[in-house]
């Protein structure tokens, strides 16, 4: 399976883009692809730059979610929800209104966040925004990640062992589902 993975945040030490790398090196145990997406280039949506001919940086966004059988999201929590560069990617993946290539497509959703939470706050009003794009999001085990300035070794490794087997059972998870939503 080739699944677009896209993290929320764009620091270039965020913990969600490390999440995404463990989830990613666990996807590939499992024989799947989780191939991460940069969203940083991305302009601010306009539907006038929405036509037929459509910014470089929006038709590579495109084109991996055309292929691609899966979306895999790690985000961060702004303010008790998203981050804006994370709902600009899929304003702009989710046009035309509910025939986008957002639809129905399975969608894993992970957070790390510094505060105890784990960013659950993010979770619920990502699933919100996903609901609109008609995507349907893995439902069980959640996975979030808090503290997550503890759960990193010093490469950038998942070294909390616990953090890191429920996210290795989460993306286990997320795959079979993901195949049968296919
Ligand atoms: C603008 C802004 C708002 C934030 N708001 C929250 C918040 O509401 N809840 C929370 O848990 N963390 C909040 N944080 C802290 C982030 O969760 C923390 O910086 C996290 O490490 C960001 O993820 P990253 O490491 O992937 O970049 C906020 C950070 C920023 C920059």
Same mark, same amino acid.
Not at 13 to 24: D, G, I
Not at 29 to 40: K, Y
Not at 80 to 96: C, F, M, T
């Given at each position: 399976?080739?699944?677009?993975? &896209?993290?929320?945040?764009?620091?270039?030490?965020?913990?969600?883009?490390? /999440?995404?790398?463990?989830?990613?090196?666990?996807?590939?145990?499992?024989?799947?692809?989780?191939?991460?997406?940069?969203?940083?280039?991305?302009?601010? @949506?306009?539907?006038?730059?929405?036509?037929?001919?459509?910014?470089?940086?929006?038709?590579?966004? !495109?084109?991996?979610? #055309?292929?691609?059988?899966?979306?895999? &999201?790690?985000?961060?929590? @702004?303010?008790?929800? &998203?981050?804006?560069?994370?709902?600009? #990617?899929?304003?702009?993946?989710?046009?035309?209104?509910?025939?986008? /290539?957002?639809?129905?497509?399975?969608?894993?959703?992970?957070?790390?966040?510094?505060?105890?939470?784990?960013? #659950?706050?993010?979770?619920?009003? !990502?699933?919100?925004?996903?609901?609109?794009?008609?995507?349907?999001? @893995?439902?069980?085990?959640? @996975?979030?990640?808090?503290?997550?300035?503890?759960?990193?070794?010093?490469?950038?490794? /998942?070294?909390?062992?616990?953090? /890191?087997?429920?996210?290795?059972?989460?993306?286990?998870?997320?795959?079979?589902?993901?195949?049968?939503?296919?």
């Amino acid at each position: 399976m080739n699944i677009v993975a &896209i993290s929320g945040s764009l620091r270039s030490a965020s913990w969600n883009t490390l /999440l995404l790398k463990a989830a990613a090196k666990a996807a590939k145990a499992e024989g799947a692809e989780l191939n991460l997406l940069d969203i940083g280039e991305l302009p601010l @949506y306009n539907s006038d730059l929405d036509g037929e001919v459509k910014p470089a940086a929006v038709s590579r966004l !495109l084109a991996a979610l #055309a292929q691609a059988d899966g979306l895999f &999201i790690a985000t961060p929590e @702004y303010n008790y929800s &998203i981050p804006g560069v994370l709902k600009n #990617a899929l304003d702009w993946a989710s046009r035309p209104a509910y025939q986008s /290539l957002l639809v129905g497509k399975p969608c894993g959703l992970i957070s790390a966040s510094m505060s105890p939470l784990g960013g #659950a706050r993010a979770q619920v009003h !990502l699933r919100e925004v996903l609901a609109a794009t008609l995507t349907p999001v @893995y439902l069980a085990p959640d @996975y979030l990640l808090p503290l997550a300035q503890n759960a990193f070794d010093g490469a950038g490794a /998942l070294s909390d062992a616990k953090a /890191l087997e429920r996210l290795q059972r989460y993306v286990k998870g997320y795959l079979a589902w993901a195949k049968k939503c296919s």
